[in-house]
């Protein structure tokens, strides 16, 4: 049964379904802002311990993902989120989403976002109602990979990490967008993400986004609870994916 609640109460509570269950509060502290003149680089290197041990996306690339038999095409944008977008494109590479089951699908009260990545689905025995618990654990350090919250303003030459920001940001949740979900620690998202049903401006400079469905909204638009990806694939771009340092 459903309740009839306030607009403001609905947008809290599809906004709560974003967090992933189960997640350490572990923060990774780090400058929030980085001078212009600062490349990618030397920003991961100098501004953000530890992120420089994260695989990075140095332009763009393109992913097609499977599901029910049909394509969706996803460019992937490591121009406007380097880190978010390497992992992306790192973990799809290492076939860590083939097979795995989108775990939540919130159609009603109104489209909001389909949500997979969990590679604990890979199990075909690991029970349907924890999924959306864990992330991508490296198996050369046996931890889950965590990534910050990476969200570049508008018109600014670097992206802010670590926290939220108020300004309108390069990438934003237009229907189509894909994003990383995360608990309520901002640098807490690892391989779990979301593609956006509709506009949902109201995540702006919460969530980070990394990239646009170029083809196959409508392959997204009757994904069910349940429903797995066959494969993904990166098809361009690939040589934009750099390691991150050992």
Known sequence: MRLKVSQFLVAFLIVSALMLGGCSTQNVTSNSAVAETQSVSETIS????????????????TVVMTVNGSPITIEVDGTNAPITAGNFVDLVQKGVYDGLAFHRVERNPQPFVVQGGD??????NFPANRLGTGG???PKTGSERR???EIKPKGEASPVYS??????PELQHKQGAIAMARSQSPDSASSQFYFALADLGFLDGNYAV???????FDVVNKIQKGDRIESAKVTQGAEN???GEV
Do not use: H, S
């Open 163 to 168: 926290k939220t920001i108020t300004q309108t």
């Open 46 to 61: 100098k501004n953000i311990p530890g992120m420089k041990n994260l695989p990075r996306l140095e332009g763009k690339a």
């Open 147 to 149: 990534i910050p919250l």
């Open 136 to 138: 991508y654990v490296d």
């Open 119 to 124: 590679p604990q689905g890979k199990n075909p």
């Open 210 to 216: 990394f990239g646009y469905v170029t083809e196959g």
């Open 241 to 243: 994916l750099k390691p």
